[in-house]
């Protein structure tokens, strides 16, 4: 059964920094990997999907990875802002016939100004 | 689109009431998920449409609860009789599967009394 562990739960940082979040997953037999953002009270947003054949995608000051081998993905975020303060959450999409997204339980990122 | 579209937004309720949420998904979507969030254990997946046919029910707790979708635009979860411990927040999530962007409603509040 597919496990997806984030690590750490839970992480503060000043303002201006650099941070990597990290999601491992137990089966490499997946279509993609999803990284989401959630604010306090709010639904979840896609913020980058990376296919099984792909490494890395970016979106702005995001830079997601993947090393399928391995069981693990890091979401690289630059130059923090107080406004990136959320739970940010990864979730994979196996192969498996029938089978919907499996979620980690999510990183809460604090960012201090 | 207006994007995934859940209701009502918060629902407070007796114990043995019965409870139903509803959901519509994006259109052109073939995909539609359930999912439970808990402080304890994170986002839990209920159940799994694909082409309004149910193909994953596995993560439904028990009898009390059942999901419908008789149209590709419309989908209902049902919890009969509800107890305290459903008390949650439930997610609606469509996704033009296999592997593409999964999508999140605002997620509907659940409180059991």
């Known amino acids: 059964k597919q496990e997806v562990t984030q690590i750490p739960a839970a992480l503060s940082v000043p303002e201006g920094e650099n941070l990597v979040l990290n999601c491992s997953f137990t089966?490499?037999?997946?279509?993609?990997l999803q990284w989401f953002r959630q604010d306090p009270g709010k639904g979840l947003t896609s913020l980058l999907l990376?296919?099984?054949?792909?490494r890395e995608q970016t979106s702005g000051r995001l830079n997601a990875s993947l090393d399928k081998s391995s069981g693990r993905s890091t979401l690289y975020i630059a130059a923090s802002q107080p406004g990136d303060s959320a739970t940010y959450l990864c979730?994979?999409?196996?192969?498996?016939?029938?089978?919907?997204?499996?979620f980690g339980k999510g990183t809460t990122l604090s960012v201090s100004s | 689109d207006a994007g995934v579209i859940q209701s009502p937004r918060h629902e407070v309720t007796e114990m043995g009431q019965e409870v139903t949420l509803r959901c519509k998904p994006i259109?052109?979507?073939?995909?539609l998920f359930w999912y439970r969030q808990t402080m304890m254990r994170g986002l839990e997946l209920l159940i799994y449409?694909?082409?309004?046919?149910?193909?994953?029910d596995s993560g439904m707790p028990e009898d009390r609860f059942s999901a419908k979708m008789p149209n590709a635009s419309f989908s209902t979860l049902k919890i009969q009789p509800s107890e305290p411990r459903d008390s949650a927040v439930y997610f609606c999530?469509?996704?033009?599967?296999?592997?593409?962007?999964?999508?999140f409603g605002q997620g509907t509040r659940l409180t059991v009394v």
């Open positions: 999530a469509s996704s033009f599967a296999p592997d593409s962007e999964a999508f």
């Open positions: 089966d490499s037999a997946i279509y993609n």
């Open positions: 990376i296919q099984s054949s792909q």
């Open positions: 979730a994979v999409e196996e192969l498996q016939a029938g089978t919907a997204l499996i």
């Open positions: 259109s052109g979507h073939n995909s």
């Open positions: 449409f694909n082409n309004n046919v149910p193909i994953d």
